[in-house]
């Protein structure tokens, strides 16, 4: 639920630059893209530590 409501926040809250037109539509594109990255990094990352690849 918790990312649900957040997916809904931040696609509201980028419709709303959109159409205020404070940000062009590359650069939402590009945000939306980099957020895209950094939550697929985070999961792999939770994911790699979960399994005990431990090299210490």
Do not use: Q, Y
């Amino acid at each position: 639920m918790k990312w649900m409501s957040m997916t809904l926040f931040f696609w509201g809250l980028g419709l709303w630059i959109g159409s205020n037109r404070c940000l062009p539509l590359w650069a939402i594109v590009a945000l939306a893209m980099l957020g895209i990255v950094l939550w697929g990094w985070a999961v792999w990352l939770e994911h790699w530590e979960g399994a005990g690849h431990d090299e210490r």
